[in-house]
C-alpha cells in the first residue's frame, strides 16, 4: 500500500486554510452528533518517527469539546506489568465509551512492526498478532465503533531532513531518538514492514488512510477530510446487523442439561479428607503459579443458589490472598454499558503469576441480556464466536482458564430458596428478582444449553459441577483447578 | 480455517427433518423478502468433489419460485475465450440482477486454487488473483450484494468413501473423474491450499461458512440456517452506506479544465496528410493487436457536441470491422440498473486481441448520475477508487486502456447546437436534453474536474483533446491511440 501510494496533489495555502476551517468547524459539529448518536470513536495514529502526529494531533482536537475527547499515548515498548497481560490488554482497557473520541497516539501498529523488525516475532507469531488485530477491529466496529486509522507517511529524505531539524534546535532536540535515526537509516527495510501490515490489516470493516506528512496544515486537512467522512458514515450506519461468522474453533461435546444425573453425593469424612489434601496442593501450587509467571482465570457461572460463593470460597481458603481476586460480576454500570460488552472483563485480566475468579461472568451477553432483550438478537447471536474468539486471546497468551457451570434441579432451587426466606441470617441472599427469574427456569435452560453448545471449546471447555450435593461439587471443582494448574506448571 | 474447523454436532434425524421443512419454508418467504428488499444476491458453492454440492443445491432450491434464481455452473478450467478475457471477466457477467438469487456451483476459488495447486500461479499471481477477490466481494458487497460463501468440506476418508461408491454405481460414474481421485490421493497438499484461501478471502463484508458435508441432509440444513440468517441480516442492513477508501494507485497530474488553451487548430492540408499517414499505421498495428493478442480499450467522454462521434469515425475508418465495436452508452436499461453499475462495462470488455470503443462510459457515474442525483453521494463518492480498481483490473489482465475527453468551451458548444437546431439534416443530433444539461454546465464542470483529478492513474490516465477545432482534436486521439498500441506491441 505505501509502495503504490501516491500523494494527492497538495491544495493551495489558501485554499488548504480555508478548508481547514470548514473542516474544523464540521469536527466541532460531528462530535455533537457523534455524542447524540452514541457512537464510540476510535481514532489510530501511527506513521514514521518525526511525520508529526502530535503536532497534527494538536490541531486537530483544537475546536473539539474536551470534555468528549481524550488521548491515548501508549508506548511502543510495553511496559514490565503490560508484557505481563495479553498482548491486546493493554490497548483494550482504554478503548472510548459511546459518544467519545479516543485518540491513540500509536497503538497495536506500533508494537507488532517494532517487534517483527528487531526479530521480537517470527513470522509465525507476527501472523497471530495479525489475526488477532482483524479480529478485535472486526469485533469493535461489529459493535458499534467507529475505528478511523491513520498512517502518516514521509520520504526518506523528508523525514531526515525532519530529525536534522528537530535536532538541530536544542528546544525539541528530545523529541528524537537513535531509534528515529534507526528508522531513517533502514528506511527501506522499514517500508517493507510497514508495507506489509497496512496490506494485512486493511479490512473493509477499518480501512487505512495514508496521510501525506510532509506539511503539518496539509497532514491535518487530510485527517480532518477523512475523519469527518468516517463519522457521517457511521452516524449513518447506526443500527447495522454484522455478520455472523461460523465457530471454526474446535468444540467439545456437552450433554443437555437436562441428561445430567444430579445424584452424585459425598459424605461428610470423605469430603474433609478430600478437601484437606487438595487445598494443601493447591497452596503449594499458588507459589508455583506466581514463580513460573502463568496467569489463570476461574469463571463461574450457575442457576441462583446452586452454589457458587461456598464453591469460590473453598478455592479462595486454599490462595495467597496477595496473589488473587475475585470479581464479582453484577448488571453493568453506565460507563461499562457504554462500550464493548467484554471490556469490563478485560479490565481484570490477571497478570502473569495471578489468579482472577469471576463470580459470573462475560456469559450473562448469551443468558441474561439475550432473555431480557438488553441487546439485539444479532447481537448475542454474534456474542458467541466472539467470546470463543476472546478466550482464545487469553490462552494463546498462556492463560489458564477455566469454566464452572454450577448445576441444580428446579426442586432444589425452589428448596433452597425457601430455606433462604425463611432464615432470618440468609435473607439478604434472597431477592424478589431471584423469584422473578426462576419463573423463566425454561428460557434459561435454553439458552444455557446453546451456549453450552457452542462456546465449549476444547481449549476452554466448560464445567458443569452436579451441586444439589455442594460437598461433591466443591470437590470436583477443586480437583478440575489443581489438575489444570498442575499440567500448566509441568508445561511452563 | 480448515484445518481448525471442528463440527458441530450432528442434529439426530428427526431433529433435523423437522428442521429441514422450517428452513425451506423460511427461504421460501425470505425469497419474497429479497425481492421486495431488491436485494441481489450471491450463494457461491465451493469444496471438495464429490462433497454433493449439486445435492445440496437441488435441495436448496426445491421451494424456491423458479423465476427468482438460476444457477451458473462454471467450470473449474476456463475455456479458451473465457482465458482471452480478464480473470474477473466470466464471472462478472453472470452476477445477480437486484432481488435474484444465483447460485454459482464453484466460482473463483476453484479456478484460482486449482491453478495454484497445478503450479499455473505461482505466489505471486496468487496473491494478485486474491488481491482481485477481496476487491471485487468488496465492491460487490459494497453495492448492496449479498454474497454467501459455502465450503463443502470432508475428510479424506469419507471423500474416498463417496468417490468409491458413485464409481460403482454406473448410473453415477459419470460424474466422478481423474481429477477427484487426484484430489483424494494428494488430500492434504489440497487441504494446505484451501485453507489458505479460505484464510486469505475470509472478510467481514463476505465470511465463508464451512458445511460439514457428510451427510447431503445434515449438509442441506446448514446451508439452509446460514443462508437464512444471511438474508435476515442482508434485508435489515439495507441502505447501508460503504466506508470510502483512498486512492492507493499511482495518480499523473491533471490541470483543471479551465487552464487548457483551447486556440490549437490544424490546417485542413496537414491534417488530410497526417490523418492518411495515421490511418494506414493503426490499420497495420490492428493486425498486430489481432496476432499477439492484445485487448484495447478507447473510451470516449466529453461536452455534449464535442465531436466525439467524428472523433471515433476517423478511429474505425482504420480498423476492419471484425476486430472491433463501438459500443454507445445511453441510460442504463432496468436490468442494468438492478445490477453493479460496472457490470453493464463488463460485458463488452474486448477479448484478447479486439479493439472496443466505448462512446460514453462507466464514468457516467461520477457526472450524470452525480449530478442528478441517480445514485447516493456515497455510491459516487465510492465510485472513483471502485473505477481505479475496475481499469486496474483490465490493464493488469494486458488491456491497453486510453481514455479520452473532449473538450471544449460553452460558446463553442452554442454555436454548434445552433447550428445543429438550425440545419434540417442536423436536427436529430439536438434535444431538449441537451439544452437542459446546457444550463448544468458549471455542475458538469467542477464534477469533470474532481474525475479527472481523482481517476487519471499512471496507468491509464486521461488524454484531453482539444476540441474546438475538431481536426486537431482526431490527429491527437490517433496519435496517442496508435503511440499506445505501438508500444503495447513491441512488449508483447
Redesign the interface.
Given at each position: 500500500?505505501l509502495k503504490?501510494?501516491?500523494k494527492?496533489?497538495k491544495p493551495t495555502k489558501e485554499d488548504i486554510e480555508e478548508r481547514l476551517e470548514r473542516e474544523q468547524a464540521k469536527l466541532a459539529a460531528n462530535q455533537m452528533r457523534i455524542r447524540e448518536a452514541k457512537v464510540p470513536v476510535m481514532v489510530i495514529f501511527e506513521g514514521w518517527g518525526a511525520a508529526g502526529k502530535g503536532g497534527v494531533l494538536s490541531k486537530v482536537i483544537k475546536d473539539m469539546d474536551p470534555r468528549f475527547f481524550s488521548v491515548a499515548t501508549l508506548d511502543d515498548k510495553p511496559t514490565e506489568e503490560e508484557r505481563m497481560h495479553p498482548f491486546l490488554w493493554r490497548y483494550m482497557v482504554e478503548i472510548p465509551q459511546e459518544g467519545q473520541f479516543k485518540f491513540f497516539d500509536t497503538c497495536w501498529m506500533e508494537e507488532v512492526t517494532h517487534d517483527l523488525a528487531s526479530g521480537l516475532l517470527d513470522k509465525h507469531a507476527y501472523n497471530l498478532r495479525i489475526d488477532s488485530i482483524n479480529m478485535i477491529e472486526?469485533q469493535l466496529?461489529?459493535n458499534g465503533y467507529l475505528v478511523m486509522k491513520f498512517f502518516f507517511h514521509l520520504s526518506k529524505a523528508e523525514q531526515r531532513e525532519r530529525l536534522d531539524a528537530l535536532s538541530a534546535d536544542e528546544n525539541t532536540r528530545w523529541r528524537v531518538d537513535e531509534d528515529d535515526y534507526r528508522e531513517n537509516d533502514e528506511y527501506d527495510e522499514c517500508l517493507q514492514v510497514y508495507d506489509r501490515y497496512l496490506r494485512d490489516t486493511n479490512?473493509?470493516?477499518a480501512?487505512?488512510?495514508?496521510i501525506d506528512s510532509k506539511s503539518r496544515k496539509w497532514a491535518t486537512l487530510q485527517v480532518l477530510e477523512?475523519l469527518n467522512?468516517?463519522i457521517e458514515?457511521a452516524i449513518?450506519?447506526r443500527g447495522?446487523?454484522?455478520?455472523?461468522?461460523?465457530?471454526?474453533?474446535?468444540?467439545t461435546?456437552m450433554p443437555p442439561l437436562s441428561s445430567i444425573p444430579l445424584d452424585k453425593t459425598m459424605e461428610d469424612d470423605e469430603y474433609r479428607a478430600e478437601l484437606k489434601v487438595l487445598r494443601a496442593r493447591l497452596q503449594e501450587l499458588h507459589n508455583v503459579v506466581y514463580r513460573k509467571r502463568i496467569p489463570v482465570i476461574i469463571a463461574y457461572e450457575g442457576w441462583d443458589a446452586a452454589g457458587k460463593g461456598g464453591n469460590i470460597k473453598r478455592i479462595t481458603s486454599a490462595l495467597d490472598p496477595r496473589g488473587y481476586r475475585v470479581i464479582p460480576i453484577a448488571s453493568p454500570e453506565p460507563h461499562e454499558k457504554a462500550r464493548h460488552y467484554l471490556w469490563r472483563f478485560w479490565q481484570h485480566v490477571p497478570k502473569a503469576g495471578h489468579i482472577v475468579i469471576f463470580d459470573r461472568t462475560w456469559y450473562g451477553r448469551v443468558m441474561v441480556e439475550r432473555i431480557e432483550g438488553f441487546c439485539s438478537v444479532?447481537d448475542w447471536?454474534r456474542a458467541y464466536n466472539e467470546i470463543n474468539e476472546f478466550e482464545n486471546e487469553l490462552v494463546e497468551a498462556g492463560t489458564v482458564l477455566l469454566k464452572f457451570w454450577v448445576q441444580i434441579d428446579s426442586d432444589t432451587q425452589l428448596a433452597r430458596f425457601t430455606d433462604r426466606q425463611n432464615t432470618p441470617e440468609k435473607q439478604w441472599k434472597i431477592t424478589d428478582e431471584d423469584w422473578r427469574n426462576r419463573e423463566k427456569w425454561d428460557l434459561y435452560e435454553t439458552a444455557v444449553n446453546e451456549m453450552l453448545?457452542r462456546t465449549s471449546t476444547?481449549f476452554a471447555p466448560w464445567h458443569v459441577l452436579e451441586s444439589v450435593d455442594k460437598r461433591y461439587a466443591r470437590i470436583k471443582a477443586m480437583r478440575i483447578v489443581v489438575d489444570a494448574i498442575e499440567k500448566a506448571c509441568e508445561r511452563a
Open positions: 500500500m503504490s501510494f501516491a494527492a496533489a472486526r466496529v461489529d479490512r473493509s470493516s480501512p487505512w488512510y495514508i477523512f467522512m468516517g458514515v449513518h450506519n447495522v446487523a454484522a455478520p455472523l461468522r461460523q465457530n471454526v474453533f474446535p468444540l461435546k444479532n447471536m453448545q476444547t
